[in-house]
Structures are given as C-alpha cells and as structure tokens.
C-alpha cells in the first residue's frame, strides 16, 4: 500500500526554503537500525512514523511485523529512492535486489542492473519512473554509492585515505582484534599526523558544505565539527569493532564490506517483504503529514536527525505536533550530529527523556558520528513524571 502526493505541496518548510532537494542527497540510512528497532519493540509499538531519507530503516521497521509504517520526505527523489528499494523487495530475489541496489557487483556488466530495473519500473510511481528513467546512469553504478552524501564519502575513501595510509594498512584496520590491541594499532599505526591533519580538513564544516552536505544544514550547528567527529570516530576505531560496522566500513572502503545495515542483511529479507503491504508513504514534511491528518496516532516515531535542521522555536513547534499524533507512552526516537536537540523543560509533565538507556544505546551505536541519540516517551493519561 502507498500514496504520494506532488512535491510542490511539500516545499513550504524551513529547510526546504534554504536547501537544494532536486537532488539524491542520501543514497543510503545513516542511522544505526539495530538500535532503533531495539527501542520501537515490535510487541510495543504496533503503528510507527518514519523519516523516509533513502528508505532503509523505513523498511527495518517492516521487519517484525508492525501493524502500519508510515514513511514521509519533503524530498520527491528521497521518496523515488523508498519506492525503487520496495519495488525491488517485492519483485526480486535477495541476491537479485543487493545486485540492482548495489549492495553486490554485477556479474557480467553492470548492464544487468538496468535489465533488473525494468523488471521493478511497473511497480513504480510515474514520478519515481521518471527520475530514475532520467538517472539511467545511476543504476548502472548501483544506486547506494550515488548520493550526494555517499559521493562525498567515497572520494575521502578513494583519494584522501590513500594519501594518509598504503593499502596494506588500510587492510590491517579492518582485521578482528580485541579492544586492547585495537586500541594499540590506533595510537602506534593509525593515529599519523596525516590522518589528524586531513581528516579534519576533509571534514570540515567548508568541506562537507561543499562536497557532502548542503551549507543550510549547518545554520544551526554548533563547535567545531571536525573535532567532535575526530574524536567520534577514534571511538569508532577503537571501542567498537570495526569488523562489525556496516557504516564504518563503508566510509573506509567506499562500499559495502563483510557488514550490512539491517535492512540489507540476507536474513532480513523475507521478513521485510512479508509485510510490505503494511507501508506507505507520502511526499510531505513531517509537520505538514501531521497538520493533514490530526486523526492519525502513532506508537513510535523514527525521526532521523530532521530536528537540526530548524530552529529552536520550529522544532518545539513540531514536537507540540509529534505529542498530538502519540498514543500513550509512545516513544520517539532521534539523533543529533551538529546542533544540540532535545526535550525542552516545558514539556517535562507531557514527555520524559529515557537518558539513561539512550546513553547506554549510544554508546553501541555503529553510526558512531553523531552526537547524541535521543529517545523521549510520551507520558499516559494521569502520568506525571519528575
């Protein structure tokens, strides 16, 4: 099941004023599903609102079989990126599917994927046929490697890793060690003055303006970027194991390795088409799906990262509307990266901030660059919280 509605309707927001969205901006989920599903129990939250983005975790969420996924974007081609996944979930094979997502390399020539393509193109929107008719060269180099954000960072893994470390020592980052000797392989291999000098120069709030993230998305941000994701990702190096991390590796190799976001895990895949029925989506803002159907309650709220992108006023704005469409103690879950979000002391006796198990979540996070993951509840009738 799905409905669209026209792009036009949906560019009335405040980022849709300052920033480009004709464009693929998220070829991929950049948030951890595991934790996220670990939050939105399936027994718990049977009806869920999802930021669409590239339609990964929209799909993640499908998995244990809610009762109903409603995934939104402001973005039309966020949306073609959604409809091209669930058509191919519906319409191929596991092997077939990473194959024309470009999860795995073609076989022969990656004509195969335009061949795969049309077999999905009928299950399309006209809007989704046309952009993706349009972006015929996209799908020949597989879709997840062609946002504007992947993009960016597959030219780090291509051109600037190599200038900082040899192959052999990339290779040698990824290999499976315990905590100490990762630990040990960071401060007496790694950790070059080249990798601190152009990492935080490739990370830059210039650079990714430039190259990775549109400079509208940065009108709130706070510090200094490149240094609070340096140290995140010396975590990441260390305190995680790299073995495991589908996002990490990605920004090391420039694709896909050994690990795979939820979604796209072998043993994912038929639970996911099982229920696809069960999602729909619309191209609106969250605020505008919200302010249109004031009937619709929800028991779990996957908001990505959206609430950095506005002001301090427009975000309380519209989690005053998140509340309305919440069913008791629903629960709402969101990351930030660069601009500090997070329940405002005014709405203490309406919704309470689960700190603790959000810190105890973040600190396994695979998307290990953002900093905080926030999960907030929504109080019953008759609950009061101190």
């Not at 950049?30 to 999802?50: G, K, Q, T």
């Not at 997840?144 to 020592?169: D, K, M, N």
């Not at 950790?191 to 509208?216: C, E, H, K, Q």
């Not at 309380?316 to 919440?326: K, N, R, S, T, V």
């Amino acid at each position: 099941m799905h409905e669209t509605t026209p792009e036009s309707s949906s560019m009335n927001t405040e980022i849709s004023r300052r920033a480009d969205f004709s464009q693929l901006r998220y070829a991929q989920c950049w948030e951890d599903a595991d934790l996220l599903l670990r939050v939105l129990a399936p027994m718990r939250y049977h009806r869920i609102f999802s930021i669409a983005s590239a339609g990964d975790n929209t799909l993640a969420l499908l998995a244990h079989g809610p009762e109903r996924v409603v995934a939104v974007d402001l973005s039309a081609v966020q949306i073609a990126a959604l409809e091209l996944r669930v058509a191919a979930y519906r319409r191929l094979d596991y092997p077939a599917a990473m194959q024309l997502l470009g999860v795995q390399p073609a076989d022969q020539s990656n004509e195969q994927r335009l061949d795969l393509y049309a077999l999905c193109r009928p299950l399309l929107s006209a809007s989704s046929q046309t952009y993706w008719d349009d972006h015929a060269a996209d799908i020949r180099a597989g879709v997840v490697a062609q946002g504007r954000f992947e993009r960016y960072l597959r030219l780090f893994s291509r051109r600037i890793l190599p200038l900082i470390h040899p192959a052999r020592v990339r290779n040698a980052l990824l290999q499976r060690r315990n905590l100490v000797a990762r630990c040990k392989f960071y401060t007496t291999v790694w950790d070059t003055w080249r990798w601190r000098l152009l990492f935080r120069v490739f990370f830059s709030r210039l650079v990714m303006g430039r190259l990775g993230r549109d400079p509208a998305f940065f009108r709130y941000a706070e510090g200094d970027i490149a240094t609070g994701l340096f140290e995140r990702t010396r975590n990441a190096l260390t305190r995680l194991d790299p073995t495991h991390n589908p996002y990490l590796q990605w920004i090391l190799l420039g694709r896909h390795g050994s690990a795979l976001p939820f979604a796209l895990r072998p043993q994912n895949f038929q639970a996911i088409r099982r229920h696809l029925n069960r999602l729909e989506w619309h191209t609106l803002a969250a605020e505008q799906y919200l302010a249109e159907t004031k009937s619709e309650k929800f028991d779990g709220f996957n908001l990505s990262n959206i609430f950095e992108y506005m002001s301090l006023s427009a975000y309380h704005e519209l989690l005053e509307q998140l509340i309305g469409a919440a069913r008791p103690n629903a629960r709402m879950v969101y990351w930030n990266l660069l601009a500090p979000r997070r329940r405002p002391a005014e709405f203490a006796n309406r919704v309470i901030s689960l700190d603790n198990l959000a810190a105890t979540l973040h600190r396994q996070d695979h998307a290990f660059f953002y900093s905080a993951l926030v999960i907030e509840q929504v109080a019953a009738p008759g609950q009061t919280f101190t």
